[in-house]
């Protein structure tokens, strides 16, 4: 599928297209294909040999799009069995826009060592309240510090953190994360890790290593897609 969503036309807009699900080669969405997406709500994304997720260059060298963000809409993430996944994104960060993403799913990508970095939360991750790290062996950190910036993270709707097998994740985020809304928070193989509880500043009782609600938010999670692509 992606070969061919990649050799769409110059011109041809999306406008109706909410929802993606491929298989992909190399840069799965690049920078002339973002652009025409512009109510992409749910992302499904299982392939080998696929580098990168988003590629922006070029984006910003274009003076129509100054000031304009991508991705606006996106409010379902899931990247799975991407066993040569480097960047979800490459090229300015900053023309990202996630600030509607709900729920990240990421799973068995080997390469991987982040998931978002500092520029991105300029725009900020305001609607997130499910992220799922699960077998990537190369994860060091959730959110990365880009040198010489220090900021401090709030993530105000994040309710269920889960971590599984992640034996090189140092931590969360380098600097300072407020999670006021956290719950449910299940940390498994993940040697590493030293981020506690208290560093989420999270106002919620915080229940760890819930099995029970695991089972259940996985189960959501197949759920959730199932029905999102069998609608679209």
């Known amino acids: 599928m992606a070969n061919e969503i990649q050799r769409l036309p110059d011109g041809l807009d999306c406008p109706k297209l909410q929802a993606l699900r491929s298989q992909a080669p190399n840069s799965l969405l690049p920078s002339n294909l973002i652009k025409r997406l512009k109510n992409l709500e749910r992302l499904q994304v299982n392939g080998n040999s696929v580098k990168e997720v988003f590629g922006f260059e070029g984006l910003e060298l274009l003076e129509e799009n100054e000031g304009e963000l991508y991705l606006g809409r996106l409010r379902e993430m899931r990247l799975e069995n991407l066993a040569k996944l480097e960047n979800i994104w490459t090229g300015p960060a900053h023309l990202a826009d996630f600030s509607n993403l709900k729920f990240v799913t990421v799973t068995k990508c080997k390469e991987l060592s982040n998931l978002f970095s500092v520029s991105v939360m300029s725009q900020g991750l305001l609607q997130l309240e499910d992220l799922w790290v699960e077998d990537c062996s190369k994860m060091v950190e959730i959110i990365s510090n ?87």
């Open 146 to 232: 880009d040198p010489g910036i220090t900021v401090d993270v709030k993530l105000p709707k994040l309710k269920t953190l889960c971590l599984k097998k992640l034996p090189m994740l140092t931590g969360f985020y380098p600097g300072n994360a407020e999670c006021p809304s956290l719950e449910y928070l299940h940390v498994q193989e993940c040697q590493n890790f030293k981020t506690a509880t208290s560093d989420f500043h999270s106002s919620k009782q915080v229940e760890e290593n819930d099995e029970q609600h695991m089972k259940v938010l996985k189960k959501g999670y197949i759920y959730v897609f199932l029905i999102s692509y069998l609608n679209y």
